[in-house]
């Protein structure tokens, strides 16, 4: 999957996003994923019917502009459901709108949010990223031979979100594109997997990217456009 890397403006302050250029998390089989130490799924929340989003402060989300919606579309975090009383689009450095936005919702007090990465915080190529979204699941495997080259997408209720890992193929000063391969030893595609890996798909526009730096979780992207 490709990856853009873009800067916005929002306030004072500067931050760098990236952004996948696809959408619900495909993992490969046969990974028992509670092992893992994923962000806390209190900080991925369900946009309307059709995306995600993530918490970034006690009132407010960040998710993708494509899907649709604004004021008075649910936001459902926990369980639990939210009307979006106010969207903010973010702009690049040069004044333009992109396929980012912050949404504040009424009646909310989140206590579980994460921290958006700053450019003063790098990672290098390899670097695990971890995935969340309330996209569709990972179906029939597909075959060539007695080898996995493909699955298919499967239905998802959008009841929970799903978690999957990766890794950055390109360091957070590279380009403005890196790039994370579906690949390992359960494909056809030759590549070091990281476990439970997988790739977005439908439904997990607006899901987020985080990595950790010193114990401390970071949003560093947003799952967006096919």
Known sequence: MNI????YVYGIIFVVFL???VFSIITHPNTNMTTLNFPTSDIIGKWGNNASCVVIAPNMVITTCH?????GTIVKVKDKKYTVSQCYVLLNNEGKSVDVRIA????????????VITPDISYPAGETVYIAGYGKVRGKAKYAGNNIYAYEWAENS?????W???NLSSPSDESNF???DFDGKDTLIDGES?????????YDSGGGWFIKQNGVWFLVGLSTST
Do not use: D
């Open 67 to 71: 899907q649709g919606g604004g004021v």
């Open 19 to 21: 952004c996948s250029n």
């Open 158 to 162: 959008l009841n929970s979100p799903f």
């Open 194 to 202: 990281s476990e439970a890996e997988g790739i977005t798909a439908v």
């Open 4 to 7: 853009f890397k873009f800067f």
């Open 178 to 180: 890196v790039v994370s």
């Open 104 to 115: 504040l919702l009424g009646g909310a007090s989140f206590t579980s949010y994460v921290r």
């Open 164 to 166: 999957c890992t990766n």
